[in-house]
DNA sequence: TATATTATTACTTAATTAAGCAACTATTTA
DNA sequence: TAAATAGTTGCTTAATTAAGTAATAATATA
């Protein structure tokens, strides 16, 4: 498999569009399509930044074998909505936080959580 | 540590000269020596064929200990809420989105949760 | 020391990636 | 259906990697 399929596989795994991944790298959307299909082979330090948005490593892009249940592993999305999250004013934070509370069932989301709350709470 | 320090790493820690490298890759002398050196940066079927004449993955080259900067700048409190948010079903996940699109006010966000949520629309 | 081998640096030229713009296609949404 | 969004393709131009040669520096060996 070469390197274009093998991010857009990631991408698409992670939930992501090419758009989005696009203006977290700031590259050009043309290259970004003919790297994804393998028309042009990005570089290093674009690949790099192209793992970063996806959040995966760098090697996570060469081999098939070991894995994984780590930071990385987390599905992208779920970054976007946590970037989204802290985009929200702290009332709006406690009113998303209580509600994962009441359905998680956990009391320790609100500790968990107070580093961003202490001033909500 | 950049590439080339890791390329010569490898390369030393296996007995080889850099001649040796280069006459197996069949590449320049200046420009491995570049690329050792961290001048230049190798594109990635050079740095595929530096791995064969060493003998290793490409994968090698890249430390898996080098977490994201992306995902590390986010605080253990944060991780902690990944978790429990993933610990939801579809359903739960999909009223935490929707609140959480409705206070961002971004339709965006629905679109990065697509593929989380495809089975449950 | 003197010599040979290895490695680095300074050029030029060729090939490839990347940015930027425009146009086109395809899919989704209103 | 019409409009908006996502993705692709065709260009041009800029930046970078790579090949090649030659000269220099550094290191090892006789």
Redesign the pocket.
Known sequence: MNIGKKIKSIREAKGM????V?SAV????????????G?????L???EKIGKALGVKLSDFFDTDDKLADVNSYDASIMEKIKLVEELNDDEKKIVFSLVDALVGKKKLKDALSGVLQDVK
Chains 1, 2 share one sequence.
């Not at 028309?39 to 570089?43: A, H, L």
């Open positions: 569009t090419a758009k989005q696009i700031d590259m050009g959307a043309p290259m970004y399509s003919r790297i994804e299909n028309v042009n082979e990005p570089s330090s674009t690949l």
